[in-house]
């Protein structure tokens, strides 16, 4: 991408400014600040046309590398474009009634680089007790909730039980309208949890025997992170969604 600027414009600023805002991006899916550092390209080694090129540098387990550019590139692009395509490459400024090739500041970015990013930031491993109560190795993909493939899984306690797979048919529909949702039914619940540990499911909801049986009709909440349950409605489950994903 590039982003054109006034060649009387303070392009310090604007690149500042850039280099903020691709940071907190970065941030906001997920990648930790303590695994991002700044490369300043020194003078000697800029490109001729170059005013400055900061690097965004991320922490991967083979080393630290270039996650992302960004650079003010003078008028060197548009100014190429205009010589070797011999179509005028102007703006035309209406209040200082001339005519301008505009500046730009390119913030340069991999896809591939960024997934790579986010995937070991999130990927790691500790330890759950199982259905016995022994600990055991737990891996998790701790993916921020926006970017999860699925965001929330529905589990019926048991499958042979209809009046309990006919509610979480029940809500697993509901959810489907307006999110990403597993259904899971296969194997002990312990097992399940961590299936969807490992796909990176923020949180699963549990059709248990007090949702069918009980007032109120609440189900088991579980977060992944902390695997902390706790017991909810369904008014409260969308509303909870709704916060941490929109």
């Not at 692009?77 to 395509?85: A, E, M």
């Not at 005028?88 to 997934?115: C, N, S």
């Not at 990013?117 to 109560?133: F, M, N, T, W």
């Amino acid at each position: 991408m590039e982003y054109f600027i006034h060649p009387d414009a303070d392009w310090l600023a604007c690149h500042e400014s850039w280099l903020k805002w691709c940071q907190d991006w970065l941030k906001s899916i997920g990648i930790p600040e303590s695994s991002l550092s700044l490369y300043e390209h020194p003078k000697a080694k800029l490109a001729f046309y170059s005013r400055r090129t900061v690097d965004i540098m991320f922490n991967y387990p083979f080393g630290v590398q270039e996650l992302w550019g960004i650079a003010a590139r003078s008028d060197y692009d548009l100014q190429q474009h205009q010589k070797f395509s011999g179509v005028p490459q102007v703006f035309f400024d209406e209040a200082a009634k001339t005519r301008i090739v505009p500046h730009v500041i390119e913030p340069a970015v991999g896809v591939d680089r960024i997934l790579l990013a986010v995937l070991c930031s999130a990927y790691a491993e500790d330890e759950a007790p199982d259905e016995k109560g022994k600990m055991e190795k737990r891996t998790v993909l701790r993916l921020h909730p926006r970017l999860a493939p699925y965001k929330v899984a529905v589990l019926p306690l048991l499958k042979n039980k209809e009046a309990l797979v006919g509610r979480a048919r029940e809500l697993h529909a509901k959810l489907k309208r307006r999110y990403a949702v597993a259904y899971d039914d296969g194997g002990n619940i312990g097992k399940r949890y961590r299936r969807q540990d490992e796909a990176g499911t923020p949180w699963c909801v549990t059709i248990d025997f007090d949702t069918i049986e009980k007032p109120g009709s609440t189900f088991t909440l579980r977060e992944r992170d902390s695997m902390k349950q706790e017991r909810v409605d369904e008014q409260a489950l969308f509303a909870m969604l709704d916060e941490k994903l929109t």
